[in-house]
């Protein structure tokens, strides 16, 4: 589906299934005519999953939440259910990790999909709508984003938010995509401890910023910015199977030689660190993520350091990759040039993505690049280029599995 595009509904019942890179948080709210909730009773989530006709389904972290529309138990009066998402983590917006809603049938039949596309600052959206039109029911793709969160959708349909015990500092100069309408005191605020007071009403989302988005392998190889992220799949042709992490550094002005070391950690769906694959430890989850070996200088043309990840041999628990670069010898990464990382098909031996890392912090460690597994099976790869201080792959545990 694109925005604005509608289908009729084939079922009474449907779910929404919503997924995403990174932890959401799903809700549904049932809305009247003038496009409000009738109490906050109507806003569905995790800490009230269920009310007439809809419900909301948690999947427990290895599958997307959804939210369960019975349009035949839907109350008198209610003509729209909009579907909405957050991400989990505190101030995290949806640039290059766009949510994609499945919109299924009681029996599993997938009935439609829509990503969001061209996604920035936004820190909500209203991805879906099941709406009520001539006595039918239909499914719409919207795509709204909010920049003030679940706060501002919640608000915006006439649902209560508590308000901070002192006030908030004013937000930077972004603005929800419609503005925030009064509404009345309530009588029993909804206890959702995710939802942050609404921010003061300011102008439409940002434009996406350079590098955000997500990409494919259709037009051959990709050069990835910062923050920006590739599905490693190329239209009509089965997922990747076996890929190789390279990673290359030089000296910097002509100095001495760097002893850096390429690791990869490994998450499961909870950010649980499963293990880490290093110099000291060349083979991990049997075999199935392994190192090429330690390279103490940093010498000669093309890679340094590969690691070798058989992603069809992954187990199931595996869900994150984070690819790590420390500088074990204690030099920062201001005295390295060119220090990159690509993806290369290990079948055929072609490059797919490349990420140059144009700045430099005076750092002991990098972390490079991401993948996520999606529900759908295939992988993502996202730039990152984030440092951290820390000379061994031990400390980087932490702030990868934040960065997830």
Not at 158 to 176: C, F
Not at 235 to 248: A, E, H, N
Request: hydrophobic share 40%; charged share 20%; net charge negative.
């Amino acid at each position: 589906m694109t925005p604005g595009s509608n289908i009729p509904l084939s079922t009474a019942r449907v779910a929404v299934d919503v997924a995403a890179p990174v932890r959401l948080d799903v809700s549904g709210l049932l809305l009247t005519a003038d496009g409000k909730v009738r109490s906050d009773d109507d806003f569905i989530f995790y800490n009230q999953p269920s009310g007439p006709g809809v419900t909301y389904r948690s999947g427990g972290g290895t599958a997307p939440d959804a939210i369960v529309v019975d349009t035949a138990a839907v109350p008198p009066g209610i003509e729209k259910i909009v579907v909405t998402a957050s991400p989990d983590a505190a101030g995290q917006t949806f640039q290059g990790i766009e949510p994609t809603a499945t919109i299924k049938a009681d029996d599993g039949s997938v009935l439609a999909t829509f990503t969001p596309p061209q996604l920035g600052t936004e820190t909500a959206l209203v991805i879906v709508e099941i709406y009520l039109r001539n006595g039918a029911w239909k499914a719409r793709a919207v795509g709204q984003g909010y920049a003030n969160g679940l706060a501002g959708i919640a608000t915006d349909f006439g649902v209560s938010v508590e308000e901070p015990a002192a006030p908030a500092p004013a937000p930077a100069p972004v603005q929800p995509a419609q503005p925030v309408q009064a509404m009345p005191a309530p009588t029993t605020p909804p206890v959702d401890p995710r939802v942050a007071p609404p921010a003061p009403a300011a102008a439409p989302p940002a434009a996406p910023a350079a590098g955000a988005g997500k990409i494919n392998l259709d037009k051959g190889r990709v050069s990835l910015q910062k923050n920006q992220t590739v599905s490693l799949v190329k239209g009509g042709q089965p997922l990747l199977s076996q890929v190789k992490m390279g990673l290359g550094w030089e000296p910097a002005f002509r100095g001495k030689d760097i002893d850096l070391d390429a690791s990869v950690i490994a998450f499961g769906p909870q950010r649980n660190h499963v293990d880490s694959c290093y110099f000291g430890k060349l083979s991990i989850v049997n075999g199935a993520i392994k190192h090429s070996g330690d390279n103490l200088t940093g010498e000669g043309g093309g890679d340094d350091e590969v690691i070798v990840v058989d992603l069809g041999r992954l187990p199931q628990d595996v869900t994150g990759l984070v690819f790590t670069v420390n500088s074990f010898s204690g030099q920062k990464f201001t005295e390295v040039a060119k220090a990159y990382c690509r993806l290369i098909d290990a079948a055929t031996g072609e490059e797919l993505v490349r990420f140059d890392l144009t700045s430099a912090e005076a750092q002991t460690g990098v972390m490079m690049a991401k993948l996520i597994r999606q529900f759908s099976g295939e992988w993502d790869m996202t730039a990152m280029g984030d440092f951290v201080k820390s000379r061994t792959v031990r400390g980087m545990v932490k702030p990868a599995a934040q960065a997830l």
